[in-house]
């Protein structure tokens, strides 16, 4: 349900916001959030599904920036720009995240790296690659990593989550 809220909640803000109300040859605001406003590149990977790609910048290696969690490209509005300034940087919406369409497949692991796959191949992104990952993303750059070692020329993790995490935090935290 919060995954189908977050393209609605885009376009809400989108609605209220001046610049969707300016005269035609007004000058409009500009914001972190103006790149992820609208769906940049959608991607199709197959059987009428999209996966969303925001790219910046121009250089090499490029960077892909995954989200976390039921997150989606507009986590990174504060570090995507910052990285284009050097290369280029893409971020990425899982399926049903974002402006990416849903899936009847289930999103585990194997079929959002599948997804990625699908979408950095159509969208002509085949390295160097520098992944980087926040939280969840983690598995998802990992066994890409694994599977395209010539295409990965480096990773950066961003607190990962990891296998174990669970039984580690109840060893280490009984009582949460």
């Given at each position: 349900?919060?995954?189908?809220?977050?393209?609605?909640?885009?376009?809400?803000?989108?609605?209220?916001?001046?610049?969707s109300?300016?005269?035609?040859?007004?000058?409009?605001?500009?914001?972190?959030f103006?790149?992820?406003e609208?769906?940049?590149l959608?991607?199709?990977?197959?059987?009428?599904?999209?996966?969303?790609?925001?790219?910046?910048?121009?250089?090499?290696?490029?960077?892909?920036?995954?989200?976390?969690?039921?997150?989606?490209?507009?986590?990174?509005?504060?570090?995507?720009?910052?990285?284009?300034?050097?290369?280029?940087?893409?971020?990425w919406?899982?399926?049903?995240?974002?402006?990416?369409?849903?899936s009847?497949?289930?999103?585990?692991?194997?079929?959002?790296?599948?997804?990625?796959?699908?979408?950095?191949?159509?969208a002509?992104?085949?390295?160097?690659?520098?992944?980087?990952?926040?939280?969840?993303?983690?598995?998802?750059?990992?066994?890409?990593?694994?599977?395209?070692?010539?295409?990965?020329?480096?990773?950066?993790?961003?607190?990962?989550?990891?296998?174990?995490?669970?039984?580690?935090?109840?060893?280490?935290?009984?009582?949460?």
């Amino acid at each position: 349900m919060r995954r189908a809220l977050l393209p609605a909640l885009a376009l809400f803000v989108v609605a209220l916001s001046p610049a969707s109300h300016a005269e035609p040859g007004a000058v409009q605001r500009v914001t972190p959030f103006t790149p992820y406003e609208t769906p940049q590149l959608r991607v199709q990977i197959g059987d009428g599904r999209y996966i969303h790609v925001v790219c910046m910048g121009r250089g090499s290696p490029t960077v892909i920036l995954s989200a976390g969690a039921d997150g989606w490209s507009a986590d990174w509005l504060r570090v995507q720009p910052e990285i284009a300034k050097t290369t280029k940087v893409c971020a990425w919406d899982r399926a049903g995240h974002g402006f990416s369409s849903g899936s009847p497949e289930a999103q585990d692991i194997l079929h959002t790296v599948a997804d990625l796959e699908r979408a950095l191949v159509g969208a002509g992104l085949t390295g160097p690659l520098v992944m980087v990952a926040h939280s969840l993303g983690a598995f998802e750059t990992l066994l890409f990593a694994d599977s395209h070692p010539d295409q990965v020329a480096g990773m950066v993790m961003v607190d990962p989550s990891t296998p174990d995490q669970e039984e580690q935090l109840a060893r280490a935290a009984p009582a949460l």
